[in-house]
């Protein structure tokens, strides 16, 4: 018997049918050579003789008696693995299992049947993931024009996080096409069901459970009062600069993804090399993750301005942070533990260099702030009537908020998720089949209609795109954007990183880049000029009318950070550069 914390019990409390909490990816796989078969029937061979390496797998929720606490997790008395593993093609005609094969699936098909499926909430009387296997899926011919297999999976968010989803894969899945012998499960081992539970336990340990949460709250509260506010000087959000106070965060402008969401969803991918994102990074003195939000805010920009929905502040991104150790490797550890924190994406600065220095500015002020909190920062509270207060009052005044129409007028702390997961450096593989991308699927609320997450695997950078139907119309069009922004990364950013150190920098209005640069730019366009309506607004520079002084170029050893101004010398500005992305869209 083991009790849920409250952070994977609220992903319980909240779920409606309109935001069903379960995270997942989507796979190609590239089937062995010479395969014949069902990739489905291989599939759900491999995966029954390794569900004991995981008790997601095998455990199930018992509420509480008269729900007075956080539900439980028991052992099933069975697990069904046809109704937990099935063919995905042959329901999306509407037949049965045992069909012949069926014409390929084309990857757009792909993706619109996993939206629809992943739309879908899970049933809570049994065991909380589902994978769906898809036999033949036809490949555009940008990407080769093969025949390949696909793997969806869904796993509630109750059960893990992203990062303990990278965790599960490596212990179902194989770093060689033949796979591992694996043990079987020990006969042995008492395995707490249902039937075991009693009455007066139960009671009991919401009770302690309750108040040991509490008095480690208030042991707690001193210290965590110290951290916040020393955070909260260092981040300079606490007085302004003429002495008065100010708030510790701004409110994020108004864009057509913060809305109020439906059970309709979108789902695109997009691809790009890691070793050539990481090195741009670098090369700005910044890091993957810098890089990252950059290509998502440049893309974003330019998604809304092709749309006439481009806000004059700075979009904001809430971006899931992992409080997992970073050696965490045990897959039977797979709850959640993980905060959120603010990232300022620079959406509307014109000049791509400009909004590389804001992003990197704002994730430093990021980290000043997680180092001093992130041993504070809570992943459980009381249980005692939390099924009553959070699953019943907080869901009641969300969904109101959501369907009522107030998420589209009322201002918000965020406009999307972005989340970054850490992935396998090496290629899987599955019953046999290489693994060919891993494309994240996440959670979308009332009010942050969409959700980009990315997944590093195997020497990519995997891009998946989670939106409400109506939030996002044209998401093909953002999955192109991200294919833009790293071609225009590339343009801007690759040749300092192929010049290297000794490079001779020449003067240009984004700083000193190096001369290779300052050609390509001459030849292409970075970005289409704003409109004269545009170019007036105050606070969007535009990439003709921005005076940039060397204040602005990004300087390794400041990270990104405000410098005093300098007489007219010429600085050195690394550059980064991007490959260009598969768009699986």
């Given at each position: 018997?083991?009790?849920?914390?409250?952070?994977?019990?609220?992903?319980?409390?909240?779920?409606?049918?309109?935001?069903?909490?379960?995270?997942?990816?989507?796979?190609?796989?590239?089937?062995?050579?010479?395969?014949?078969?069902?990739?489905?029937?291989?599939?759900?061979?491999?995966?029954?003789?390794?569900?004991?390496?995981?008790?997601?797998?095998?455990?199930?929720?018992?509420?509480?008696?008269?729900?007075?606490?956080?539900?439980?997790?028991?052992?099933?008395?069975?697990?069904?693995?046809?109704?937990?593993?099935?063919?995905?093609?042959?329901?999306?005609?509407?037949?049965?299992?045992?069909?012949?094969?069926?014409?390929?699936?084309?990857?757009?098909?792909?993706?619109?049947?996993?939206?629809?499926?992943?739309?879908?909430?899970?049933?809570?009387?049994?065991?909380?993931?589902?994978?769906?296997?898809?036999?033949?899926?036809?490949?555009?011919?940008?990407?080769?024009?093969?025949?390949?297999?696909?793997?969806?999976?869904?796993?509630?968010?109750?059960?893990?996080?992203?990062?303990?989803?990278?965790?599960?894969?490596?212990?179902?899945?194989?770093?060689?096409?033949?796979?591992?012998?694996?043990?079987?499960?020990?006969?042995?081992?008492?395995?707490?069901?249902?039937?075991?539970?009693?009455?007066?336990?139960?009671?009991?340990?919401?009770?302690?459970?309750?108040?040991?949460?509490?008095?480690?709250?208030?042991?707690?509260?001193?210290?965590?009062?110290?951290?916040?506010?020393?955070?909260?000087?260092?981040?300079?959000?606490?007085?302004?600069?003429?002495?008065?106070?100010?708030?510790?965060?701004?409110?994020?402008?108004?864009?057509?993804?913060?809305?109020?969401?439906?059970?309709?969803?979108?789902?695109?991918?997009?691809?790009?090399?890691?070793?050539?994102?990481?090195?741009?990074?670098?090369?700005?003195?910044?890091?993957?993750n810098d890089m990252v939000l950059w290509i998502c805010a440049?893309?974003?920009?330019?998604?809304?301005?092709?749309?006439?929905?481009?806000?004059?502040?700075?979009?904001?991104?809430?971006?899931?942070?992992?409080?997992?150790?970073?050696?965490?490797?045990?897959?039977?550890?797979?709850?959640?533990?993980?905060?959120?924190t603010l990232v300022e994406l620079g959406t509307h600065l014109?000049?791509?260099?400009?909004?590389?220095?804001?992003?990197?500015?704002?994730?430093?002020?990021?980290?000043?702030?997680?180092?001093?909190?992130?041993?504070?920062?809570?992943?459980?509270?009381?249980?005692?009537?939390?099924?009553?207060?959070?699953?019943?009052?907080?869901?009641?005044?969300?969904?109101?908020?959501?369907?009522?129409?107030?998420?589209?007028?009322?201002?918000?702390?965020?406009?999307?998720?972005?989340?970054?997961?850490?992935?396998?450096?090496?290629?899987?593989?599955?019953?046999?089949?290489?693994?060919?991308?891993?494309?994240?699927?996440?959670?979308?609320?009332?009010?942050?209609?969409?959700?980009?997450?990315?997944?590093?695997?195997?020497?990519?950078?995997?891009?998946?795109?989670?939106?409400?139907?109506?939030?996002?119309?044209?998401?093909?069009?953002?999955?192109?954007?991200?294919?833009?922004?790293?071609?225009?990364?590339?343009?801007?950013?690759?040749?300092?990183?192929?010049?290297?150190?000794?490079?001779?920098?020449?003067?240009?209005?984004?700083?000193?880049?190096?001369?290779?640069?300052?050609?390509?730019?001459?030849?292409?366009?970075?970005?289409?000029?704003?409109?004269?309506?545009?170019?007036?607004?105050?606070?969007?520079?535009?990439?003709?009318?921005?005076?940039?002084?060397?204040?602005?170029?990004?300087?390794?050893?400041?990270?990104?950070?405000?410098?005093?101004?300098?007489?007219?010398?010429?600085?050195?500005?690394?550059?980064?550069?991007?490959?260009?992305?598969?768009?699986?869209?």
């Amino acid at each position: 018997m083991k009790s849920l914390t409250g952070l994977d019990a609220t992903f319980l409390y909240l779920e409606t049918a309109e935001m069903p909490m379960h995270v997942g990816s989507l796979n190609l796989c590239e089937l062995p050579a010479g395969f014949r078969g069902s990739f489905h029937k291989a599939v759900k061979a491999h995966i029954g003789k390794r569900m004991h390496l995981a008790p997601v797998f095998n455990r199930k929720l018992v509420s509480m008696p008269l729900e007075l606490g956080h539900p439980l997790w028991v052992e099933a008395d069975a697990v069904d693995i046809d109704f937990h593993i099935r063919r995905a093609d042959a329901q999306a005609t509407g037949a049965a299992r045992t069909l012949p094969p069926t014409p390929p699936m084309t990857l757009a098909e792909v993706h619109k049947r996993c939206a629809k499926l992943h739309s879908q909430v899970m049933d809570r009387n049994f065991p909380l993931w589902e994978f769906h296997v898809f036999d033949r899926i036809q490949l555009p011919a940008s990407q080769g024009g093969k025949v390949v297999a696909g793997f969806f999976s869904k796993i509630h968010h109750a059960a893990l996080d992203g990062k303990g989803g990278v965790m599960l894969a490596n212990a179902m899945l194989d770093v060689g096409p033949i796979p591992r012998e694996v043990a079987p499960p020990d006969p042995t081992r008492r395995r707490r069901r249902e039937a075991d539970l009693q009455l007066g336990k139960m009671i009991g340990s919401v009770f302690s459970s309750s108040l040991g949460q509490l008095v480690k709250a208030a042991r707690s509260l001193p210290a965590a009062a110290t951290a916040v506010g020393h955070a909260l000087t260092r981040s300079g959000g606490s007085v302004s600069t003429n002495g008065k106070p100010r708030m510790p965060m701004k409110l994020a402008p108004q864009t057509p993804f913060n809305a109020g969401i439906t059970a309709g969803r979108v789902f695109v991918t997009a691809s790009v090399p890691l070793a050539d994102t990481k090195a741009m990074g670098k090369a700005v003195g910044g890091t993957f993750n810098d890089m990252v939000l950059w290509i998502c805010a440049t893309a974003l920009r330019h998604y809304l301005t092709q749309h006439h929905a481009l806000p004059r502040k700075s979009l904001v991104a809430a971006m899931p942070v992992s409080l997992r150790e970073a050696d965490a490797s045990d897959a039977t550890q797979l709850g959640n533990q993980v905060s959120m924190t603010l990232v300022e994406l620079g959406t509307h600065l014109a000049h791509p260099l400009k909004r590389m220095n804001a992003i990197m500015a704002s994730t430093g002020r990021v980290k000043t702030s997680m180092q001093s909190l992130k041993g504070l920062l809570p992943t459980d509270y009381p249980s005692l009537l939390a099924p009553w207060l959070v699953g019943g009052a907080a869901k009641l005044a969300l969904n109101a908020y959501g369907k009522s129409g107030i998420a589209s007028r009322l201002p918000m702390v965020a406009n999307l998720v972005i989340s970054n997961v850490p992935g396998p450096s090496v290629p899987l593989y599955l019953a046999g089949a290489r693994v060919l991308t891993f494309h994240p699927l996440s959670i979308i609320v009332h009010g942050l209609a969409l959700n980009i997450t990315i997944q590093t695997y195997a020497g990519e950078v995997d891009f998946g795109i989670v939106a409400d139907k109506k939030a996002l119309p044209h998401a093909n069009d953002l999955a192109k954007a991200i294919e833009a922004a790293f071609e225009e990364a590339k343009r801007l950013l690759l040749p300092a990183v192929a010049a290297g150190p000794t490079a001779t920098p020449v003067k240009t209005r984004a700083g000193a880049v190096p001369r290779a640069t300052k050609t390509r730019q001459k030849a292409t366009k970075l970005e289409a000029t704003p409109s004269r309506k545009h170019a007036a607004r105050r606070d969007t520079v535009g990439s003709r009318q921005a005076h940039v002084t060397p204040d602005d170029a990004i300087n390794d050893a400041t990270h990104g950070k405000p410098v005093a101004p300098a007489p007219r010398t010429q600085k050195k500005s690394t550059v980064r550069r991007s490959t260009a992305a598969r768009s699986t869209a």
